[in-house]
């Protein structure tokens, strides 16, 4: 009895009330399924620039093409390798070159001419200063200064006397005043004391 149907109002049959009232609530499912909403939430539709990103296709392409390129490249260097039957080819004979020679040729060459310039016109260039003048000057400043002097100057450049020195038994000469000191006096020596 208790598996059977009870319906909300009374019925006189509860089978037929049970198919009416299973009718009933199909029908108010499918009417829930179909239902379209009074608000419409589906929001704005996304422009066809953003939808289909075209940039990123571009730069997808540009590296697929970077990356076909090297693998042409890897592909090509491959083939020249098995082609060379395992030879390395180790000489690096690169002629040396500067990207900056002939401005340095063209710098070197203007700095030369403006010195070959300032050269000639130094050489052709008259002295402001009369040497002749200068020497007559300092003849005359060399008499004055021997007729002031007490002693004549021409005394100091004469050759010292030479000194005979023994050193254990040999004897040197000495051009110079001083006396070399080895413990021995000569006998000129002990006379002077």
Do not use: C
Request: charged residues 35%.
């Amino acid at each position: 009895m208790h598996k059977s149907y009870q319906p909300l109002k009374p019925a006189a049959n509860r089978f037929l009330t049970q198919r009416w009232d299973q009718a009933s609530y199909e029908d108010h499912r499918d009417k829930v399924r179909k239902a379209k909403p009074v608000i419409d939430t589906k929001g704005i539709e996304t422009p066809a620039h953003i939808q289909n990103n075209l940039k990123k296709v571009q730069l997808q392409k540009e590296r697929m093409s970077i990356i076909e390129r090297d693998n042409h490249l890897l592909a090509s260097k491959l083939s020249a390798i098995t082609r060379s039957n395992g030879l390395v080819d180790h000489r690096n004979h690169y002629p040396q070159y500067s990207l900056n020679a002939q401005k340095r040729k063209e710098k070197l060459l203007q700095v030369t001419h403006e010195n070959q310039d300032i050269y000639q016109r130094i050489l052709t260039q008259r002295s402001d200063y009369r040497r002749e003048l200068w020497e007559d000057d300092w003849e005359k400043v060399k008499r004055r200064r021997d007729d002031i002097a007490r002693y004549p100057r021409g005394e100091t450049n004469r050759q010292k006397p030479i000194k005979v020195v023994k050193f254990s038994g040999r004897s040197q000469r000495s051009s110079s005043g001083v006396e070399e000191d080895s413990g021995e006096t000569t006998e000129e020596e002990e006379e002077e004391h």
